[in-house]
């Protein structure tokens, strides 16, 4: 087998073995992320019906790439926000992300910065309000829904669905991965994911690696309270991102084992390598001559 074929070739064997009895998963339920994070995503669809399961993919009417160049089926549901509304969000945020670090995170927790994820966030509330599309969804029979966690979405049609969710990531926001996971991360040893310190931390990097981790107990919740008020108004209860991740299957994380901080994993979390690499060709033989 190729270096290149087995990120793609991991995905279908997890996503096979979802069903109870590994029976075969024939109907896989995606929904995607828009912008670069459905280019990766596409590898893995693209694989699954060269294999021959049936996949429908649920996109919104406006996106940048979703569901485009596909031979598939494509369920799509309108949105209230229009593409130029999108647009004019990302110049913000992508401005906004240039920034020292201290002022991109304070932007992104009350600036306009963060209208751009609550607009990428709200388009779950047009799904939802798509009945037509709502019952199609749960008339099919799907076996699986395969998502991509940075659009909170995708986790609130699995928990609607009652269905086993596949998440396609290389990290998770916030603390989600380890408590959704149930995936011990000592905080003496495992730094956070946006400090720059490594795993043999002082003690005052240690003490601020614990502060780092209680500010994401605050601030995570208020950044994706939309999300969850949204989960909370389709499944008629209250919600919280803990109940949404921790009803993950599988995790197929983008990385590998040896570029992590040492720690412990749990058998649903399987590290898939880096996807977006592509089959270069051999090195060409040189002949050294050594000359004394």
Not at 80 to 98: A, G, Q
Not at 145 to 152: A, G, M, N, S
Not at 195 to 214: Q, S
Not at 215 to 220: N, R, T, Y
Request: glycine letters at 4%.
């Amino acid at each position: 087998m190729a270096p290149g074929d087995l990120p793609a070739f991991l995905p279908l064997c997890v996503c096979l073995l979802l069903v109870s009895g590994f029976a075969q998963a024939d109907r896989l339920l995606v929904v995607p992320m828009d912008g670069s994070h459905w280019f990766t995503m596409q590898m893995v669809v693209e694989k699954l019906i060269h294999r021959g399961h049936e996949v429908v993919v649920v996109v919104p009417e406006v996106s940048w790439q979703l569901g485009k160049s596909l031979n598939l089926t494509v369920k799509t549901y309108s949105t209230s926000h229009t593409l130029e509304d999108m647009n004019r969000e990302f110049k913000y945020f992508s401005d906004t992300i240039w920034k020292t670090s201290e002022q991109r995170l304070l932007s992104l927790m009350t600036g306009s910065a963060n209208n751009f994820f609550e607009l990428l966030i709200s388009h779950c509330r047009d799904l939802f309000n798509d009945k037509k599309l709502v019952k199609y969804l749960k008339q099919s029979s799907f076996d699986a829904v395969f998502l991509d966690p940075f659009d909170v979405c995708g986790l609130t049609v699995a928990k609607y669905l009652s269905l086993p969710s596949v998440v396609f990531a290389k990290g998770v926001l916030c603390h989600y991965l380890e408590e959704g996971a149930q995936c011990p991360s000592p905080l003496s040893y495992v730094p956070r994911l946006l400090l720059k310190f490594t795993d043999t931390m002082t003690f005052k990097e240690r003490a601020l690696n614990h502060l780092f981790y209680m500010a994401e107990h605050v601030f995570c919740p208020y950044f994706l309270r939309t999300a969850t008020d949204i989960a909370s108004e389709v499944l008629q209860t209250s919600v919280t991102m803990d109940d949404l991740f921790s009803q993950v299957s599988i995790w197929l994380l983008r990385s590998d084992f040896v570029f992590e901080f040492p720690r412990p994993v749990m058998p649903n979390m399987v590290f898939i390598g880096g996807i977006n690499c592509q089959q270069r060709k051999p090195i060409s033989k040189v002949c050294l001559f050594f000359f004394t």
